[in-house]
């Protein structure tokens, strides 16, 4: 299918870039020792004479901020460059009192990379085209019924990095999967909170629609702050410029807000162009030079990220909302981690498989529904997890006695030491002795002829009846599979 075809809508090909505002969790913010973060500050608290920009104040460059946009940058696949500066941005705004914004335009710290998105089970690679470093500017409030605005600071010089999208989207449906691909990967190089409910991470959304290979004039949607909008924004704009145009009205360049209660994008003012700017470089920072030996020391200590997880996980044939759910999970945990457990089993497909599951299944739910669950170091959870499979394995513990015995081991309050003894004490272990299962078994049989008949017969139903049975008379302990097998074995001899 042609990418026309694949992503028309009503004969229009829908284009979309985002530029993504991620706020760096640096200590203090970009320029100014002043507390980063803002949450629950009283207003224009957080401030100095940095923020205020008042005369004579110089900026100092945060360099923890270098370190995280050079982790952002290999999460983006892509590397930090050698040599980057700033700009002054210029713009006249109540709640940017130096009359400008110090960014970077003409060099900027990240250059090119991708983002790997899946969509309906296919897999396709956005385009980067810049990272780039550059300070917030504070916030105006305008209460209702009122006849003036009041401006806070507190945000004024967060840090912030601007990841800049080539325009290779094409629906709203990537449009989300983009945004909520690039959180993850904010969350597991450690560069951000992410928090969307703080602001964190915004989104500009750019759309424009044509029935040529000429782009169309594009709307930007600013501040999305959930992937929901997100994918909503593009819906509504794709639509709306659609009708424009068949109307034979034109779409005008702007910049747009998003209702969230009426899912529609509403204008605000009109767009820009960079040389409304009126950019030149900062004359009060220095270049910033990168030694080599200092970007591959970043490297050396990236995570693994998910998209190498993935793979990995692949393998052991977890499906996709499994695996997405296992990432999704690990970032979300502040006090433990799923992966670092998973990964010691890595080179074992089945047994990753199993315990996997468990994970998902049993701890995941138990941690999210706030049970009192210890913390134990990941080591000792991966060890845990491999005496139970040995449990099961050897046949000594079935589906539900595993999920009773993890559960026990999770939110007991003394450790377990020796598992196998607990299981066994708890009545949680079951029955593989063939020859103690074939006595029973006799018994049964001999009781029950008329299933034996039955299942001679062809009724397989009957053979349920009989492990029933089996299972009755040892209180539930018998291993169903293995008494399956000696069931038939013994029908079989008669």
Request: charge should be negative.
């Amino acid at each position: 299918m042609t990418k026309a075809n694949k992503y028309m809508y009503k004969g229009y090909l829908p284009t979309i870039g985002i530029e993504c505002h991620v706020q760096l969790k640096t200590k203090t913010k970009l320029f100014a020792a002043v507390d980063n973060d803002a949450r629950d500050a009283a207003p224009n608290t957080l401030v100095s004479h940095i923020c205020f920009g008042l005369p004579g104040s110089l900026p100092v460059l945060n360099s923890e901020a270098l370190v995280l946009a050079s982790r952002a940058g290999f999460a983006l696949n892509s590397r930090p460059q050698n040599n980057s500066h700033f700009d002054r941005k210029h713009y006249f705004y109540p709640d940017l009192p130096k009359g400008y914004q110090i960014t970077q335009f003409e060099a900027p710290i990240i250059l090119g990379g991708k983002v790997s998105i899946s969509v309906d089970g296919e897999t396709k690679d956005i385009g980067i085209t810049r990272a780039h470093l550059e300070e917030d500017a504070g916030k105006s409030s305008h209460e209702a019924g009122k006849d003036y605005s009041v401006v806070d600071l507190n945000r004024a010089g967060t840090p912030l990095l601007e990841i800049v999208s080539e325009p290779d989207l094409h629906s709203a449906a990537e449009a989300k999967a983009y945004a909520s691909e690039l959180h993850l990967l904010m969350l597991f190089a450690d560069v951000s909170d992410a928090n969307l409910y703080y602001g964190n991470m915004r989104f500009d959304v750019n759309v424009s629609v044509s029935k040529n290979d000429k782009l169309g004039t594009r709307s930007e949607t600013k501040n999305l702050n959930s992937f929901r909008s997100v994918e909503k924004a593009v819906e509504y704009e794709i639509k709306r410029q659609v009708e424009l145009l068949e109307k034979g009205e034109k779409v005008v360049q702007e910049t747009r807000g998003f209702d969230d209660a009426k899912q529609r994008t509403f204008s605000q003012r009109t767009k820009e162009d960079a040389n409304d700017y009126r950019y030149f470089p900062e004359p009060d920072l220095p270049p910033v030079t990168l030694s080599d030996e200092y970007i591959n020391s970043i490297e050396a200590s990236m995570p693994k990220m998910p998209g190498v997880w993935r793979t990995s996980l692949n393998k052991a044939r977890l499906d996709h909302a499994q695996i997405e759910l296992l990432l999704e999970s690990e970032v979300e945990s502040p006090t433990v981690s799923y992966l670092s457990v998973i990964n010691h089993f890595i080179d074992s497909p089945d047994k990753l498989k199993k315990i996997s599951n468990w994970i998902i299944n049993i701890e995941i739910p138990l941690r999210k529904n706030k049970h009192d669950i210890k913390v134990l170091d990941d080591s000792k959870r991966a060890s845990q997890y491999t005496e139970v499979y040995k449990l099961v394995e050897a046949g000594s513990l079935s589906s539900n006695g595993a999920q009773d015995l993890i559960t026990a081991i999770l939110t007991s309050e003394n450790e377990i030491i020796d598992i196998p003894k607990y299981a066994s004490e708890k009545g949680l272990s079951q029955n593989s002795n063939q020859d103690e299962l074939s006595e029973i078994i006799s018994e049964i049989i001999a009781n029950n002829m008329k299933a034996v008949e039955d299942f001679k017969a062809g009724e397989v139903k009957a053979i349920g009846f009989l492990v029933g049975q089996v299972m009755k008379a040892s209180n539930g302990k018998a291993n169903p599979g293995i008494a399956q097998k000696i069931i038939r074995d013994q029908i079989s001899s008669l």
